[in-house]
Each structure stands twice: as structure tokens, then as C-alpha cells.
């Protein structure tokens, strides 16, 4: 915030005869920095994620450095990092108009600086960023792609560059980016949940459960962790393991209608119906949302026979999606007439 201190002048009078005038004080304004110093110190400004100084430091630069080399770019870098971006594919959809705009003068911006500069990874990165919000997914793999090429030993970079390979459906690529960033950041737990993700879509469940305690271990009371590890573990066929990671994310975080739903559905699996039954209404409670709290607790309801209330659940979770394919199968199962009573 801007403030401005109020000056009251003194009263004035005669001077005295003879008496020594005071000399007026002499102010030397500040001279502006040049180009190349307000560049670094807005780049390291935004390194720092004081995005909204450096952009100020930026607008406050004479006009005519306003427009020397490289300091659009450095204004847009500085623009970009005080945006509200979702980094996923098509996240730009979420932003306010203005915000939208704003996205899009910093890809007018850096899209021909990084061509003509490519050793510079903070544009790079950058661009590679805003091109995945806007989903333009080629794009953003290739300006990423040059920005792990000129900042090597920046995980986030490389963790950056495989959202967007994992988008592109190119898992194996992804897979390398991300053993990148685990062993350039080995206690961040981002870059290993996401590798344990994509060893989990790949198959390789193992392997996931492996990234996933790793994340554990460096964040150990995030709850979608926790999660993560009990649906590799289910996959790969644990269900006891399964279960208690399940319950040790819901200890975490109780009202988190995603690990309610995975607990639900691992109570299912061993059989505990009724308490899969309980965990599945508090899911679908915290997630009404949710297709798969809905279509996991309609499929508890019709083993345990409540064919009406199974109906129920399952026309709610169509209503949210008309083409999911185990709603359909659960409406499907229930147009067969259940077997005589013995």
C-alpha cells in the first residue's frame, strides 16, 4: 500500500537582522536502475515468490526501459507468477476474465522471446506453464522440454514437464522426467506422489507403492499420501495393507470424501458391508459430487439387497454422469430380477 506523508510548513516570519539564512536542502532524486540490474532483481524477486514487487519494480521503470531487451519478458514472468493459475490441462477455464487476459499477454510475450532466447529456464518454464493452463499441451511439453535443458538441477521444471507429458499420454517420458525431480528434490513430496501415479497407470504397483511411501516419509500427515499408497496397494492385490492405509487418511483427514470412498470401497472388497455401507454415506455427504463415492456406494447397497436404495444412488451418480460405464452396469444389474428367496 502506497501512504503519503502529510507536510505542514512552518509559520513564516521575518528574518531577523543580520541572521544567517538556512540554505535550502538539496534533494538528489534516485536514479532509476538500469535494465539489465531491474531485470535481476525482478527475476529474483519472483524466484523468491515476491511476484507482486517484482512487477512493481517492473511498471515503475522509465518508459523507455520499459521496452529495452528483455524486460517485457521479465514483466511477464513477474505478471505470470501473481496470477491465480491452476497448473492442469485447461485450468485457464477456472480464471476470471481478467485474469484470462493477463494469461494471455504473457504467452504473447514469451512466446518469441523463448524462440530467440532458449537458454533462459525461467521464461521457459514459465510459458510452459501458462501454454498447460491454456491446454495447449505440444506447446507447453516443448517450452518445458527447453527449460529442463537450461535449468537442469530445477526439480520443479522437470516435476512441471511431466504433468504435462502425463497430459500428452507419453507415461514412460514422464516417468523419466519425474526420477529427475526425485533425486534432484529427494524430500519434496510432490515429484513422488506424481511418479508414484504414473507407475500406478502404468502397471507397475510395486513400484508405485514404493514413490508413494516416499511421499509419506517426507510429508507424513497429508492424507492423499496415505490414500495413494492404499490404491496401489489394492491394486496390487494387498487388500489388508489396502485397508489401513485407507484408514490411517481418513484418521488424517476425516472429512475428505475422496478417502472416504477409497476406504469404502476396500471395506467392500474384504466383505465389511455394513461398515462399508457407513464410510460410503459419509463420502458421498462430504463429495455429493462425487461419481464414485455414489456408483461404490450403490453397489454395497445391492449386495447387501437394498435393490431401492441401490436404484437411488446409482440415478444420482447418472445425473452427475450420464456415461459412466459402472453406472450403467449397476443400472443394467438391477433391470435383472433378484433370485428367489430360499
Do not use: K
Not at 490441462?89 to 477456472?94: C, E, F, K, N
Not at 507447453?140 to 530445477?154: K, V
Not at 507419453?170 to 510432490?190: H, K, V
Not at 489394492?234 to 492405509?245: C, E, R, S, Y
Request: hydrophobic residues 50%; aromatic residues 2%.
Amino acid at each position: 500500500m502506497r501512504t503519503y506523508a502529510l507536510v505542514i510548513a512552518a509559520a513564516l516570519s521575518l528574518p531577523v537582522c543580520g541572521a544567517a539564512q538556512p540554505r535550502p536542502r538539496i534533494v538528489t532524486p534516485t536514479p532509476a536502475p538500469s535494465a539489465a540490474v531491474a531485470i535481476q532483481r525482478a527475476r529474483e524477486l519472483v524466484e523468491r515468490g515476491r511476484g507482486a514487487e517484482a512487477l512493481a519494480l517492473v511498471d515503475a521503470l522509465p518508459l523507455r526501459l520499459r521496452r529495452a531487451d528483455g524486460v517485457p519478458a521479465t514483466r511477464a514472468i513477474a505478471l505470470f507468477s501473481t496470477l491465480p493459475v491452476r497448473l492442469e490441462p485447461g485450468g485457464v477455464r477456472a480464471m476470471a476474465p481478467s485474469a484470462q487476459r493477463d494469461l494471455e499477454a504473457v504467452v504473447r510475450a514469451l512466446g518469441p522471446w523463448v524462440t530467440a532466447h532458449d537458454d533462459d529456464g525461467l521464461a521457459a518454464v514459465t510459458l510452459g506453464r501458462s501454454r498447460l493452463a491454456r491446454n495447449e499441451l505440444d506447446d507447453a511439453a516443448e517450452a518445458l522440454a527447453l527449460a529442463t535443458a537450461a535449468r537442469p538441477r530445477d526439480a520443479t521444471a522437470w516435476n512441471d514437464r511431466a504433468m504435462v507429458l502425463v497430459a500428452l499420454r507419453r507415461l514412460e517420458d514422464a516417468e523419466r522426467s519425474l526420477d529427475e525431480a526425485t533425486q534432484l528434490a529427494p524430500r519434496d513430496a510432490e515429484p513422488w506422489s506424481n511418479l508414484g501415479a504414473v507407475r500406478l497407470a502404468r502397471g507397475a504397483h510395486a513400484r508405485a507403492a514404493e514413490a508413494f511411501r516416499q511421499a509419506i516419509e517426507c510429508a507424513p500427515i497429508e492424507a492423499r499420501h496415505h490414500s495413494d499408497l492404499g490404491s496401489a496397494l489394492l491394486a496390487g492385490g494387498d487388500l489388508v495393507g489396502a485397508t489401513a492405509a485407507f484408514e490411517r487418511a481418513t484418521a488424517l483427514d476425516p472429512t475428505n470424501g475422496v478417502v472416504l470412498a477409497n476406504l469404502g470401497y476396500a471395506l467392500a472388497h474384504a466383505n465389511r458391508l455394513a461398515d462399508a455401507r457407513l464410510v460410503l454415506q459419509r463420502a458421498t455427504e462430504r463429495a455429493p459430487r462425487s461419481v464414485t463415492a455414489w456408483s461404490n456406494l450403490a453397489m454395497v447397497l445391492l449386495r447387501m439387497g437394498d435393490r431401492d436404495a441401490a436404484r437411488e444412488a446409482l440415478e444420482r451418480a447418472r445425473a452427475l454422469d450420464p456415461n459412466d460405464p459402472r453406472t450403467r452396469a449397476g443400472l443394467e444389474a438391477l433391470q435383472t430380477p433378484p433370485p428367489p428367496a430360499r
